[in-house]
Structure formats: structure tokens, C-alpha cells
């Protein structure tokens, strides 16, 4: 609530939601005069016109008294003229009903539902929520039935499910493989006493025949004993030996050790084909030569099949 004192003329602007003044006379006005009302009004004091953003309403004069006026509602200014020599006292009240707006009338029936409006945009994902407890530990399931032996397979009983057990493959199962390891240049035997190897030859679990033949050249050295063996890096698998006593050692001429084994590696397993000869600079010889400048054919070499 504002109070203004007002002279001469101009506008006022007004607090917004007023709804009365209440106008009193404090110095009349030169030329002033007094009716015959009761209360006593008074004449030629001024005029006062209310207003908006677009215009003003019809004056009302002021007759003092002091005076109620109400404010037409949308209301935002005051427009005054006080007359010479005269000043007025406006007070505002904010608020309550205005004299120019009627009692609220009774609530309105219930319109009709309005129709469904449009489905709104999806709204953006939600964050993604906290991880969940750990879930209690299942029961085991069925597995691998217990007990079998090596080599023994898992085998359906009938379409049962789980009705398994364990069995010994047939023999005629297995598809024969083999494999050969030739020797690629001839291996100088430099101390005697001394094993070298020729080839090797790595097998897998199962049982094999290994089959070895190794050629022997003595050079210019005359050699009593030589031997060849087949070794798995424990044990001598196979072995072929000559001891020539006096006259009948070998010179020149190239010897061959054949000789043969049945293994059964329980797991993979390297082979070796090698010989030993008491005297120094023997060979192993890769490949016969039958004439000069031959390439001849392959002397020694390691032979593996495979039997189950």
C-alpha cells in the first residue's frame, strides 16, 4: 500500500492489484466552493481518471470528504488534474474485492474429458542400475563318470542321457600313419668311442613299428667293431653290431646296419638313429653311390608306422 500526495496534473502509476483509493482534500483550491450534500462536497477541486497500458476511463471529480473510490480492475495508472493551489492525500488499497467486479459466482459443472493428446517423445534411458547380488552356487552337475583306465574312451550305453561308461577302444580302430626321417648330409664320426646321431624322429602316444637303416664308411681307417642302435633317450630300443677281427676290417667300402622294434610311447617321444666305432674319422653316410657323380639313394634313414 502506497499513499501519494498529488498537485497540479500528471499520471501516477499504481501498485499493481489495487482495487480502492481512499482520496481526501488537504488544501482546497483557489476557486473551490462547497455543495449542499451530507456529507459537505465540495466543487472544483480536480479530476481523476483511471487508466491502462491503452487509455483512461471517464474522470470522476473529487469532492473530498474524504472520499472512496473504487479502482476498475487492469487498472495501472492515475491520471489527476489538481486545480490551482489545491493538494490532495491518495492512499491505495491492495487487494479484496473491487466495487466493480461482482461476487464470485457458484462453481461450474465438470466439462467433458477432453480427447487423449499425442504421445510424447521418449524420454532419454535412465542410469543403468547397481550390479545385483550374486546368485547362490548351483548344484554340480552330471560330469564325467568316475574310474576308466589310459587309453580307455567314454562311450554311450543306450540314448539315455548320462548313461555312459568307460571302454576300451577296438584295436582296428586306429588309421595307420606313418613317418620317415632322412638323413641330408653325410655325419663325420671325428673321435671314436663317441655316439652320433644321424636322425631323430618324434612319436606320438600309441604303439609304432620303427624300422632304422644306417650306411657306415670306415675311410682310410681300418675299423674292428662298429655298432647302431635305435635309443629313446633311456633305453637301447634296437641294436645291430660286427666286430671284424685282424684282416677282415673294413675300408672303404660302405656298410649297412638294418634293424627293427615295436614301441608303444606312453607320451610323445623322440627317437634316435646313431652309431658309435672305436677309430676316428668314420662317416654316416646320407646316400649310396653306385658310379661317379651320382646322386644316388638314400642310405640312412628312420622309419616309423603305426600299428594301434
Not at 28 to 35: A, L, N, Q, V, W
Not at 215 to 227: I, K, P, R, W, Y
Not at 233 to 245: D, K
Request: hydrophobic fraction near 35%; charged fraction near 10%; glycine fraction near 16%.
Amino acid at each position: 500500500m502506497s499513499t501519494y500526495t498529488l498537485s497540479g496534473s500528471g499520471v501516477q502509476t499504481l501498485s499493481t492489484n489495487t482495487t480502492a483509493l481512499h482520496v481526501d482534500i488537504t488544501t482546497y483550491p483557489t476557486g473551490s466552493g462547497f455543495g449542499r450534500s451530507n456529507p459537505t462536497a465540495a466543487y472544483d477541486v480536480g479530476l481523476l481518471r483511471f487508466g491502462d497500458a491503452s487509455g483512461f476511463w471517464t474522470p470522476f471529480p473529487i469532492v473530498g470528504g474524504p472520499q472512496w473510490m473504487g479502482v476498475p480492475i487492469g487498472t495501472t495508472r492515475l491520471g489527476y488534474s489538481v486545480f490551482a493551489g489545491g493538494v490532495i492525500s491518495v492512499v491505495e488499497v491492495i487487494g479484496g474485492d473491487s466495487p466493480f467486479s461482482g461476487k464470485t459466482g457458484a462453481a461450474g459443472a465438470t466439462g467433458a474429458t477432453g480427447a487423449t493428446g499425442a504421445t510424447g517423445a521418449a524420454g532419454a534411458a535412465g542410469a543403468a542400475g547397481a550390479t545385483g547380488a550374486t546368485g547362490a552356487t548351483g548344484a554340480a552337475g552330471q560330469g564325467v563318470p568316475t574310474g576308466g583306465t589310459s587309453g580307455q574312451v567314454l562311450q554311450k550305453n543306450s540314448s539315455t542321457d548320462y548313461d555312459t561308461s568307460w571302454q576300451t577302444p577296438a584295436s582296428g580302430a586306429i588309421t595307420n600313419t606313418s613317418a620317415t626321417v632322412d638323413l641330408g648330409a653325410d655325419v663325420t664320426m671325428t673321435t671314436g668311442g663317441t655316439q652320433y646321431d644321424a636322425v631323430t624322429l618324434t612319436l606320438a602316444a600309441g604303439t609304432w613299428l620303427l624300422i632304422g637303416q644306417l650306411a657306415f664308411l670306415a675311410g682310410d681307417n681300418f675299423v674292428t667293431s662298429t655298432e647302431a642302435t635305435i635309443y629313446d633317450g633311456t633305453n637301447t630300443i634296437a641294436v645291430c653290431a660286427r666286430l671284424r677281427p685282424g684282416g677282415n676290417a673294413i675300408a672303404s667300402n660302405v656298410d649297412t646296419y638294418n634293424m627293427a622294434a615295436i614301441v608303444s610311447p606312453t607320451g610323445s617321444t623322440t627317437y634316435h638313429l646313431r652309431c658309435v666305432t672305436e677309430n676316428n674319422g668314420a662317416k654316416i653316410v646320407s646316400k649310396y653311390r653306385t658310379i661317379p657323380f651320382d646322386s644316388g639313394f638314400q642310405a640312412t634313414r628312420l622309419i616309423a608306422v603305426r600299428l594301434s
